[in-house]
């Protein structure tokens, strides 16, 4: 089943992280989206890996359509057709798909030629000083208009002030993460800064 011992080991952490993942949602009663980034070189096969992913959700009552599956392209993917195989699986059995920090990667443009996600993440690299940024502004500008004709939507992550939230806005972004909004939260669901939801 596994070339080496280091696949093998790479199975079991992307498992638990998956398990767990959907454990502390079910916790804390997490009423929106979970993402969980997954390795592909950790799954051998989707139909066979997705197993224990499904066990859990149903053990915690967790469900599925709340639950988004990330690959980042900051991973160097060397099976490009066994990473679209993944995701093409995942998405038939109704989960949603997404790239992670998109714009600071091996994959780029690519990887969505080659499989196109639900979600596309930008980077914080992209999102940083957008409001002052010409080309930054004018990249994402572009990304925006891709995607838009691809049928993916766009969150920014890292955002940290609000003239950046405002400059992405302005862009078409509404979906976000960042500072600005909430700081990361063990084991609960982070406080959000309400003056961070207004126009």
Do not use: W
């Amino acid at each position: 089943m596994f070339s080496h011992v280091t696949e093998k080991n790479l199975y079991i952490f992307d498992q638990t992280c998956r398990i767990r993942a959907i454990e502390e949602a079910a916790r804390i009663n997490i009423q929106s989206n979970v993402s969980i980034n997954f390795m592909p070189n950790a799954v051998y096969r989707a139909e066979t890996c997705i197993q224990r992913t499904l066990e859990a959700a149903d053990a915690c009552n967790f469900p599925l359509d709340k639950i988004i599956f990330e690959v980042t392209e900051t991973d160097q993917i060397p099976d490009r057709a066994h990473l679209r195989n993944i995701l093409e699986y995942y998405k038939k059995r109704g989960f949603e798909t997404a790239i992670d920090d998109f714009g600071d990667g091996y994959a780029g443009l690519n990887l969505m030629a080659d499989f196109t996600p639900d979600l596309l993440k930008l980077d914080i690299a992209l999102t940083r000083n957008v409001d002052t940024d010409r080309k930054r502004h004018s990249i994402i500008r572009h990304i925006m208009a891709l995607s838009e004709d691809l049928g993916i939507r766009i969150i920014a992550e890292g955002v940290e002030t609000r003239a950046e939230r405002d400059a992405l806005r302005d862009l078409g972004v509404d979906l976000f993460q960042g500072f600005y909004f909430a700081r990361p939260a063990f084991r609960s669901k982070g406080e959000v800064d309400p003056e961070s939801l207004t126009p």
